[in-house]
């Protein structure tokens, strides 16, 4: 999942998503976030064609119509003013969908009396597509591996143990690895960043729900220092002192810590049982692995009583400096992913106003038109006859033009109605690069327009521009251009006053500078 809490509508259309073997999930939320219409159906489907590959359709059926969709399939629902639900399997009695990541089921008669008939449908069954961008086959390969690196390290760490049982050491690594892993998720929890495992660990009914422990004052120490953030302290702290403590210091300065901690568990259990009266799992999680860990740090002390004896104490102020240094780093950060987390409604808000078509066109239109028409030297890409022309004044070698260029040409690729006016800059001088570059390219589309295209994808798909192997690539008898016409191109970007590239014009007005071409795309493609 993403970092920040979705809104219920972004959490279906990504799960919807997911099902197709899609999960660039970042991606997908920011497009629906910049699409105009958002959150209607036109946004969803539109996003999910051209951003997962996903082609759609959106229908209205009948209720005995349903068996026959594609699943799953997006279904409207007239409740809470609007929502979206995925449903995964349809029975004659029963309905089983997905919302806000959790699995739902409802008798059929109950879901015809919320639903209002609209689904978006695949126009492809969901296998034929896991096949096509089934990139995720490296997933099981990383887990091998990273365990073969973790028992690695184990064994390495092992070997320099002369104190006490290796047994022992790797039985308080895997407490404490798993302890910093559940302190992670609480974090996440606390923080509002949570994500459908972590949902289904914590429960959300009377007798187990994580939210409710993890947002009562007894949960916090201060306004800034919550119990979530002490455990995870304690856990990665004690990690770093048995990694890089010697082996009696860190044992006994872990033993200590594991002491002082043991006591809060008493409290924890007795607080969510008569004072709460609901269960958090992963914090029950926490408990048990305080007094595993407590099981293993006495048995090491009982067998190897030598260990009090060669501690050295001149060692404390390092073991404080490591212990504390995951809270520094962590308090200083803290506030960091807060503010994040409050920035998402105000920049969806914002998205709302930015990429609202009317808004956009009164500022488009408010800017200056192009003097003259376009040279006639003008390399033209896509839809000759689009009422939709997008005007790039471009350098062959300028990194930000090929970085434009390149979404410029993934929205033809991927269908996009827009005539594309690419308008080369450079001097009348027969040394200049610029110039030969332009001059190659133009008799390649002289000969040639479906090359043109080919030519320059190649071109900017290149770490470093070689202008004489590029040249060879795409032979081509270059004649001497009526110099009357670049001519006319130099005068053109002069008497436009081009100062930069890439400069963009849409339909003949500059671009506003408040707004970058490539958040565009939904915008222009809506725009009458």
């Not at 629906?32 to 229908?59: C, R, T």
């Not at 302190?183 to 996440?188: A, H």
């Not at 082996?247 to 810590?257: E, F, P, Y």
């Not at 740090?297 to 490591?322: E, G």
Request: glycine letters at 4%; a neutral charge; charged letters at 15%.
């Amino acid at each position: 999942m993403t970092n920040t809490k979705l809104d219920p509508i972004t959490a279906t259309t990504i799960n919807f998503s997911n099902y197709f073997g899609f999960d660039a999930v970042t991606q997908l939320q920011e497009k629906l976030l910049q699409h105009p219409y958002y959150p209607s159906l036109l946004s969803i489907s539109e996003v999910l064609e051209n951003e997962a590959g996903i082609k759609n359709f959106a229908v209205k059926i009948q209720s005995d119509q349903l068996h026959e969709v594609n699943l799953p399939c997006m279904a409207h629902l007239n409740t809470k003013g609007g929502e979206y639900v995925l449903i995964t399997e349809v029975k004659a009695d029963k309905i089983f969908y997905e919302l806000e990541g959790k699995k739902r089921q409802i008798s059929f008669a109950d879901f015809e009396k919320i639903w209002t008939g609209v689904v978006l449908v695949s126009e492809v069954q969901k296998q034929e597509l896991k096949q096509k961008l089934n990139y995720k086959v490296l997933i099981p390969y990383l887990v091998p591996l990273f365990s073969i690196a973790l028992i690695g390290i184990l064994f390495f760490k092992s070997l320099t143990i002369t104190l006490f049982s290796p047994i022992l050491f790797t039985g308080q690594f895997i407490c404490l690895v798993a302890g910093l892993s559940i302190s992670v998720m609480l974090l996440i929890q606390s923080l509002g960043r949570s994500n459908s495992f972590i949902q289904q660990l914590c429960g959300s009914e009377s007798k187990h729900n994580c939210n409710h422990i993890l947002s009562s004052q007894a949960a916090h120490l201060t306004s800034w220092f919550s119990l979530s953030d002490l455990g995870f302290l304690y856990f990665s702290g004690s990690l770093l002192i048995l990694f890089l403590s010697h082996d009696s210091t860190a044992a006994v300065a872990i033993l200590t810590l594991n002491v002082l901690a043991l006591p809060f568990t008493f409290w924890s259990v007795y607080y969510q049982w008569k004072i709460a009266r609901t269960w958090c799992r992963l914090c029950l999680m926490i408990q048990g692995l305080f007094w595993l860990q407590a099981l293993f740090s006495f048995f090491t002390l009982y067998k190897y009583p030598a260990l009090f004896s060669v501690f050295n104490f001149y060692q404390i102020p390092l073991l404080l400096i490591v212990f504390l240094f995951p809270s520094v780093v962590w308090l200083s950060s803290k506030d960091l992913f807060k503010n994040a987390q409050k920035l998402v409604p105000l920049q969806s808000e914002l998205n709302k106003f930015k990429f609202n078509v009317e808004v956009f066109k009164n500022q488009l239109y408010s800017q200056n038109q192009y003097v003259g028409a376009l040279p006639k030297t003008t390399i033209v890409l896509g839809n000759p006859d689009s009422l939709l022309a997008i005007t790039m004044i471009s350098n062959p070698f300028c990194n930000p033009c090929a970085k434009a260029h390149q979404f410029l040409e993934e929205w033809i690729t991927k269908g996009m109605d827009f005539k594309l006016n690419i308008v080369y800059t450079f001097r009348m001088d027969e040394n200049d690069k610029q110039q030969h570059f332009f001059k190659h390219l133009l008799a390649i589309q002289q000969t040639d327009i479906h090359l043109v295209e080919k030519a320059l994808k190649n071109w900017y798909s290149q770490d470093y521009q070689k202008l004489d192997s590029w040249k060879e690539k795409y032979p081509i008898n270059v004649k001497e251009e009526d110099k009357l016409e670049l001519l006319e191109q130099v005068n053109w970007c002069k008497l436009n006053e081009i100062k930069g590239t890439p400069t963009f014009y849409i339909n003949g007005y500059q671009l506003p500078k408040q707004y970058q071409l490539k958040d565009l795309k939904y915008v222009l493609m809506n725009l009458e």
